[in-house]
T-cell receptor
Framework: DQQVKQNSPSLSVQEGRISILNCDYT??????FLWYKKYPAEGPTFLIS?????DKNEDGRFTVFLNKSAKHLSLHIVPSQPGDSAVYFC???????????FGPGTSLSVIP | NAGVMQNPRHLVRRRGQEARLRCSPV?????VYWYRQLPEEGLKFMVY????????ESGMPKERFSAEFPKEGPSILRIQQVVRGDSAAYFC?????????????FGEGSRLTVL
């Protein structure tokens, strides 16, 4: 049972344009939604998160939008840079501790 | 480097051997999580430990896998009698608190190859 879904395995975007990564979830009990970024041969690093009581959170070039009625969230990166090329994992947390459930990831390629 | 330290980074074992993966959390973090990433898949939760206690092992296979986080020393993920399907990247993460926000600090992973 996949609770966090990322239906696009890969995405290519031109440098300077907007990257939009999408994520869907099935569990209404999640309290926080997160995006992690992962480079090859490295561990994931936390990027940005949003509480379930909010619909938008912005941090520099990164903005996460949450649509609870649709059980959907998205990560916008603008402008995209070549260094943003990585695998992005959508994740969710809903317990009193940090048991994070990850999606399968979307590989973003930003083309110079 | 005060981050999560995992070793070994790469481990090769033959079928039937034992694999031991070690994780030292960020200094001051008392909460440790182990995740497994199979090829072409996302990260799957395995186990959550606090010092000397296993809190949630719902993601651990019922046999051959065990984890500990002793009072002193690193957390250990132990896989007995390894099989080819155990080949994966094993990531350890730590956090300083349990507020459910999901912000974890990950190590660089240990890549297990079973021949």
């Amino acid at each position: 049972d996949q609770q966090v879904k990322q239906n696009s395995p890969s995405l290519s975007v031109q440098e300077g344009r907007i990257s939009i990564l999408n994520c869907d979830y099935t569990n209404s009990m999640f309290d926080y939604f997160l995006w992690y970024k992962k480079y090859p041969a490295e561990g994931p690093t936390f990027l940005i998160s949003i509480s379930s009581i909010k619909d938008k959170n912005e941090d520099g070039r990164f903005t996460v939008f949450l649509n609870k009625s649709a059980k959907h969230l998205s990560l916008h990166i603008v402008p995209s840079q070549p260094g943003d090329s990585a695998v992005y994992f959508c994740a969710a947390s809903g317990t009193s501790y940090d048991k994070v459930i990850f999606g399968p990831g979307t590989s973003l390629s930003v083309i110079p | 480097n005060a981050g999560v330290m995992q070793n070994p980074r790469h481990l090769v074992r033959r079928r039937g051997q034992e694999a031991r993966l070690r994780c030292s959390p960020v200094k001051g973090h008392s909460h440790v999580y182990w995740y497994r990433q199979l090829p072409e898949e996302g990260l799957k939760f395995m186990v959550y430990l606090q010092k000397e206690n296993i809190i949630d092992e719902s993601g651990m296979p019922k046999e051959r896998f065990s984890a500990e986080f002793p009072k002193e020393g690193p957390s250990i993920l132990r896989i007995q009698q390894v099989v080819r399907g155990d080949s994966a990247a094993y990531f350890c993460a730590s956090s300083p608190r349990t507020d459910g926000t999901g912000e974890l600090f990950f190590g660089e992973g240990s890549r297990l190859t079973v021949l």
